[in-house]
C-alpha cells in the first residue's frame, strides 16, 4: 500500500519577510513564504530586480534538493538546474520559486533510504515504491499562492516536467508557454534522467 507523505493542508501562504540578496548572477529579492513567522523552512521566492509583472514573467517552480542544489551531487540534475534557472531569471527578469519538497515531497531521510535501493538496482520510481510511498508527492499549489500573492498572473514556466504544466494551467496563473530547462546529462545521473523522460514523461531526448 502506497503512503501518502503527510502534507499541511488548506494553509494560507503569506509573506512574511524579504530582503535583498546580491548572488553570482544578480541581485534578487528574496521573499520567506509560510502561514506562520516562526516557520523555520518556509517556501522561497527569488524574484530578480528587474521583475515586471505587467508581462509574462520566466518562472521556474524548483523543488529543493540538498544533495544537489547545496552539495552538488551528481545523482541527479536539481543542482545544475537551479543555476541555470537563476542564470535564466537574472537575465530575463524572472523569478525562482523554491519549494521546501525535499526528495519529490518524500523528505530527506526517505531519500537517502531510496538512493540505498537505487544503488541495490531499482530506479527512482521503483526505490519510492519499495518504500510504500508515492512516486511524486510534490504539491504546486504552494507555488499558486506564491504568484498570486506576487500579483503575477502570467508566466513562461521554465521546466521539463508535463505535471508541473498541467497543475499550473489548472490553475489562476496562466501559463504563456512551457521553457524547456535542458541539462547535459553526465554518467552518474544518465540512468535517473531516462526513467523520468520514459516513465514520467519529461520533455528532453537523451
Given at each position: 500500500m502506497v503512503k501518502k507523505v503527510e502534507q499541511k493542508k488548506n494553509v494560507t501562504l503569506k509573506k512574511q519577510a524579504g530582503a535583498m540578496?546580491?548572488?553570482?548572477?544578480?541581485?534578487?529579492?528574496?521573499?520567506a513564504f509560510s502561514d506562520s513567522e516562526s516557520d523555520w523552512m518556509p517556501h522561497l521566492a527569488m524574484v530578480h530586480e528587474n521583475m515586471d509583472p505587467s508581462k509574462p514573467v520566466l518562472t521556474r517552480v524548483h523543488s529543493e534538493?540538498?544533495?544537489?542544489?547545496?552539495?552538488?551531487?551528481?545523482?541527479?540534475?536539481c543542482g545544475e538546474q537551479l543555476?541555470?534557472?537563476?542564470?535564466m531569471t537574472a537575465e530575463q527578469?524572472?523569478?525562482?520559486?523554491?519549494?521546501?519538497q525535499e526528495g519529490r515531497g518524500i523528505g530527506i531521510i526517505n531519500k537517502l533510504k531510496a538512493y540505498n535501493l537505487q544503488d541495490e538496482g531499482h530506479d527512482t520510481i521503483d526505490a519510492n515504491i519499495h518504500l510504500g510511498l508515492e512516486v511524486d508527492a510534490r504539491q504546486y499549489g504552494i507555488a499558486v499562492q506564491m504568484l498570486e500573492a506576487l500579483e503575477?498572473?502570467?508566466?513562461?514556466l521554465l521546466t521539463?516536467?508535463?505535471?508541473?504544466?498541467g497543475a499550473l494551467e489548472n490553475s489562476s496563473v496562466e501559463v504563456v508557454n512551457r521553457v524547456p530547462l535542458i541539462i547535459k546529462p553526465q554518467k552518474e545521473n544518465f540512468?535517473?534522467?531516462?526513467?523520468?523522460?520514459?516513465h514520467m514523461g519529461h520533455l528532453f531526448k537523451l
Amino acid at each position: 500500500m502506497v503512503k501518502k507523505v503527510e502534507q499541511k493542508k488548506n494553509v494560507t501562504l503569506k509573506k512574511q519577510a524579504g530582503a535583498m540578496i546580491p548572488t553570482p548572477w544578480g541581485n534578487f529579492q528574496m521573499i520567506a513564504f509560510s502561514d506562520s513567522e516562526s516557520d523555520w523552512m518556509p517556501h522561497l521566492a527569488m524574484v530578480h530586480e528587474n521583475m515586471d509583472p505587467s508581462k509574462p514573467v520566466l518562472t521556474r517552480v524548483h523543488s529543493e534538493c540538498i544533495t544537489g542544489d547545496l552539495f552538488g551531487s551528481k545523482r541527479c540534475d536539481c543542482g545544475e538546474q537551479l543555476a541555470k534557472a537563476l542564470a535564466m531569471t537574472a537575465e530575463q527578469g524572472g523569478i525562482v520559486l523554491y519549494l521546501r519538497q525535499e526528495g519529490r515531497g518524500i523528505g530527506i531521510i526517505n531519500k537517502l533510504k531510496a538512493y540505498n535501493l537505487q544503488d541495490e538496482g531499482h530506479d527512482t520510481i521503483d526505490a519510492n515504491i519499495h518504500l510504500g510511498l508515492e512516486v511524486d508527492a510534490r504539491q504546486y499549489g504552494i507555488a499558486v499562492q506564491m504568484l498570486e500573492a506576487l500579483e503575477i498572473p502570467q508566466i513562461y514556466l521554465l521546466t521539463n516536467n508535463p505535471e508541473k504544466v498541467g497543475a499550473l494551467e489548472n490553475s489562476s496563473v496562466e501559463v504563456v508557454n512551457r521553457v524547456p530547462l535542458i541539462i547535459k546529462p553526465q554518467k552518474e545521473n544518465f540512468q535517473y534522467l531516462k526513467t523520468k523522460q520514459d516513465h514520467m514523461g519529461h520533455l528532453f531526448k537523451l
